[in-house]
């Protein structure tokens, strides 16, 4: 079981200086962990009219000692840059993926993150819907739409959610092409939280595969 760190930037006139300030520091961390293979995927979380609102970081491997750790060294977090986070229990959904894109760096946007609650009672629901949502999935991750996949946990290790970051340039894209998911259609997934993001050219090792 791994981990997954939201973290949330402040909405303040000076959260934009804040990150900018602490940015190339940020960047020295994770490049670290993810040439050492610890960090699977950072990317930050925008509005659509380019404010940043957070990152999301995934640890595919971490127990919760190692993301805490993580959290120690992460100048996001010791610098006062995130507001607030969360770490949660996260699988890496193993699927054929294409390598995650390694720089440079964008000037628009290029894909979508996706963090989605099960609605209450889905268990089941998702239990029956699991087959053919990875039957749909796994096509798309093959051939590039599907950056990386994953469910999110609770303390007993069962499925609670999903995270899921798909080359879409607009959320109104992201969520046309997940509306006809079988998650959705089947009412697995509830409302689903959507954010723009770009990738930094980061030396990303390869994703679990199936």
Known sequence: MGHVILGWDGT????????????DRHLSVI???????????????????????????????????????????EPFAREGVWLSYQMRPFRIAPLPYQPLPNGPMPSSFTHVVSIVEDQPG???????????HLERVRQFAADGTLALGGALLDAKGQMVGSITVTRHPTVEEADAFWAEDPYVTE???GEARRFPTRFAPLPYKALPTA
């Open 122 to 132: 889905g268990t089941e629901r998702r239990a029956h819907a699991r087959g053919p």
């Open 31 to 73: 490049t670290r962990w993810v040439e050492e293979g610890r960090l699977n995927l950072a990317v930050p979380l925008f509005e659509p009219d380019g404010r940043a609102l957070g990152s999301v970081m995934i640890l595919g491997d971490a127990d919760e000692v190692e993301a805490r750790q993580y959290l120690l060294e």
């Open 187 to 189: 009412g697995v997934w």
């Open 12 to 23: 303040d006139a000076e959260a934009p200086a804040r990150r900018a300030a602490v940015r």
